[in-house]
């Protein structure tokens, strides 16, 4: 458990989720799912009991660490890794990767979003601690993978090489697909979601660096000697200008050879839509999951997420999104989901940065 260092990516801003997720106030802050805690606090507790509370790292933006601060207040000034500005997965697990390895060479990492849901405790623990053990003794880099249920068009797939082992060497990446191939991909029977969960050595992610992003390494290698002292900031600040904005699939994953795949049933969710809120919701006899002070009259299979200090009252709509948060209302159907983002960008180009 000393070993084990867990590092929760949690500086995204969630523009899918809009409105309900906005840049000063982004989805793994809140509490979505109505449990009493935010994704962020939710996801810390997944790792209580697999290291220890001064071995989690965040990764946030610079804007949100009194966010990170006011929920997790245990955290130490030095668990919470700011970045300046947002250039992808790659950077952001090289600079905890550096950092840890000035605290522990022989630390093993796992690296998870903040805002991803996992339903099945346990299963979660037991594969997190068979990918470690793994990864402790073996110069590879392992993901889990989630057994698909629907071509979805929304994840990253895994192809794999079918084999007597539980762990699964890696064959192919495959960023989000269309909904032809994702059908193809189901069918076929040997590709899984990419849960975006990653379990390495730190020695074997550094190595990985080395060989695959040599540009980024060498950027954080002239910052060991300033690593945990009053001249991190200033260095990090410097570092990420000149870091490529790429993600750690595109730059390591896709291209190692040593990388494997856990097969893992966890309940798990990105929760990177609303449509995905909705699958994962406790619906009511008439299929609508309601999160507010609601009424509802003749209407089937909606998604209303209002705060609960307003009355709303719904007649007659069916499969339709119903979301207030702050200064907007957005109403729109299920069905037209992909144009949120749209929305989100008219609503910066017309009416400005108060409602983004």
């Excluded at 933006?61 to 997790?72: C, F, M």
């Excluded at 997190?128 to 402790?136: D, P, Q, V």
């Amino acid at each position: 458990m000393q070993q084990t260092y867990a590092v929760i990516m949690a500086g995204g801003i969630g523009t899918r989720f809009w409105p309900f997720s906005r840049v000063n106030y982004p989805k793994q802050f809140h509490d979505v799912l109505g449990v009493g805690e935010s994704m962020l606090q939710t996801t810390v507790s997944r790792f209580e009991h697999i290291c220890a509370k001064e071995n989690i790292f965040i990764v946030t933006n610079a804007d949100y660490y009194d966010l990170v601060k006011q929920q997790l207040p245990f955290l130490k000034e030095s668990q919470i890794l700011c970045e300046p500005i947002g250039r992808n997965t790659a950077p952001a697990i090289a600079y905890a990767a550096y950092k840890i390895n000035q605290l522990n060479p022989k630390a093993n990492m796992v690296v998870a979003p903040a805002d991803h849901v996992i339903l099945k405790q346990a299963a979660f623990e037991e594969k997190i601690k068979k990918a470690l053990a793994a990864a402790n003794e073996s110069d590879i880099l392992i993901t889990l993978g989630i057994t698909p249920s629907r071509p979805d068009t929304n994840y990253g797939y895994i192809q794999y090489l079918e084999g007597d082992q539980e762990l699964k060497k890696v064959k192919t990446f495959t960023e989000k697909p269309n909904l032809e191939i994702a059908q193809v991909f189901l069918e076929s029977g040997d590709f899984v979601w990419n849960a975006g969960i990653f379990i390495w050595n730190v020695q074997s992610i550094l190595k990985a660096f080395k060989e695959f992003l040599p540009e980024i390494a060498e950027i954080f290698d002239e910052g060991i000697p300033v690593l945990h002292t009053d001249q991190e900031a200033a260095f990090i600040n410097r570092a990420y200008s000149h870091c490529r904005n790429i993600s750690i699939d595109y730059g390591i994953m896709e291209k190692a050879e040593n990388v494997y795949m856990l097969p893992s049933d966890l309940g798990w969710s990105d929760l990177g839509t609303w449509n995905s809120l909705y699958a994962i919701g406790n619906k009511d006899a008439q299929g609508n999951v309601v999160d507010g002070e609601v009424m509802l009259y003749e209407t089937t299979n909606c998604i209303v997420k209002t705060p609960h200090d307003r009355l709303v009252v719904v007649d007659g709509l069916h499969d339709f999104i119903i979301a207030e948060y702050d200064n907007v209302l957005m109403i729109c159907p299920k069905e037209d989901e992909q144009r949120v983002k749209d929305f989100l960008a008219d609503a910066k180009s017309k009416k400005g940065p108060n409602f983004i």
